[in-house]
């Protein structure tokens, strides 16, 4: 299993947000021939191409209309962002990566390598135009600045100490690149997990809104009664708990993100309690279908446990997943339909907030 993401959060601080050290030269070989994409959409942005490769000349104002706050900020002003953001610095899906900022061609998988640095690094440029340099002198350090050949944002910056066939490494901010897999790879992307952690309404609503997450479904797993119904399983005599069945693209995100949220937008240490709610229909559980998913989910618990995050130990089950059963349709995304409701305003909107203060980086795009 990849090293998790808590542990990558607790890291961060020891990281210089523009030193780019990196140490993996692994040998990669030639680019090999382009395989069709799929085309990207920003409605938003009307100077968005993958097609177009005419150089723009754009104000500084307009791209702040047209571009989020943490993309403009990197792009538009050289900011940069924090390593080991995210999943794309050790992607090694096939696809091609585009300027997140105006959508031209950058990279292709094939020139992309996994550096120890915790941005995206890759040893060779899709084209001669596709990416210009400059001289950068701040911070007191002499470097190579990367920009966009169609537009001039700011990528990142270019080193010497990649792999062969270049010896070069184009240390990018992940924030500035839109990846698309190639297309026969996406159905095969998709993953699925089923966790409970207290009322489905609340953590459905969660991972609604994390970047990489394809379906949230809310419903019952575990237990002795087939296919029960809301009603029995607030008995708290069926065995069953409330649910969410996830399915997740694993080019975007991973086993340890969805696992860190789960951690830290619920409390793990209450046993058949969630705030008010209570029963074992309530229970804090991960149902593993998989020996990856039971050994990432024992792995991220020790982990938490032994770092004494939380003042009691975790309670979280592991237990096997067998059947999921899918609430009825009045349930599923009940915080979307419901928001004026008290229960949505006092009780998930908080978890939402607190989701959206230490994920901000990995919200999904609206």
Request: net charge neutral; glycine share 6%; charged share 25%.
């Amino acid at each position: 299993m990849q090293k998790s993401i808590f542990n990558f959060l607790l890291l961060l601080p020891l990281f210089m947000l523009n030193a780019c050290g990196q140490t993996n030269n692994k040998e990669n070989t030639t680019s090999k021939p382009i395989a069709m994409e799929n085309v990207i959409s920003k409605p938003e942005n009307p100077y968005y191409s993958n097609i177009d490769t005419k150089k723009l000349d754009v104000s500084d104002a307009e791209w702040k209309k047209v571009l989020s706050p943490d993309l403009y900020a990197v792009a538009r002003q050289a900011d940069t962002e924090r390593a080991f953001t995210g999943t794309m610095w050790n992607s090694e899906t096939k696809g091609t990566y585009y300027c997140a900022a105006c959508g031209l061609k950058l990279f292709r998988s094939d020139q992309k390598f996994t550096s120890s640095c915790g941005w995206p690094s890759f040893f060779e440029q899709e084209n001669k135009s596709s990416i210009t340099f400059k001289d950068d002198n701040s911070y007191g350090m002499r470097r190579i600045e990367a920009l966009c050949g169609r537009c001039n944002s700011h990528l990142g910056h270019l080193f010497d100490d990649g792999p062969e066939p270049t010896g070069k490494r184009y240390c990018m901010n992940a924030i500035s690149l839109d990846f698309v897999p190639d297309a026969t790879e996406t159905k095969g992307n998709l993953e699925t997990i089923v966790l409970g952690g207290g009322c489905y309404w609340c953590v459905e609503a969660v991972y609604e809104n994390l970047e990489g997450v394809e379906k949230v479904v809310s419903g019952f797993a575990g237990g002795t009664v087939a296919n029960p119904s809301y009603e029995e399983v607030c008995t708290g005599r069926t065995g069953a708990a409330e649910v969410v069945q996830i399915t997740y693209d694993k080019t975007k995100t991973n086993l340890d993100e969805i696992f860190h949220v789960f951690f830290t937008v619920h409390d793990p240490t209450t046993l058949n309690r969630q705030g008010g709610d209570v029963g074992t229909q309530y229970r804090s559980v991960i149902f593993y279908a998989t020996e990856e998913q039971k050994k990432a989910a024992e792995s991220i618990i020790a982990e938490l446990n032994n770092a004494k995050v939380y003042g009691s130990k975790i309670v979280t089950t592991l237990e096997p997943f067998k059947t999921f059963y899918k609430a009825k349709d009045y349930h599923q995304n009940y915080y979307e339909n419901n928001k004026d409701q008290p229960y949505c305003q006092m009780v998930i909107q908080p978890k939402i907030e607190k989701f959206e203060k230490v994920f901000k980086d990995r919200l999904k795009k609206k």
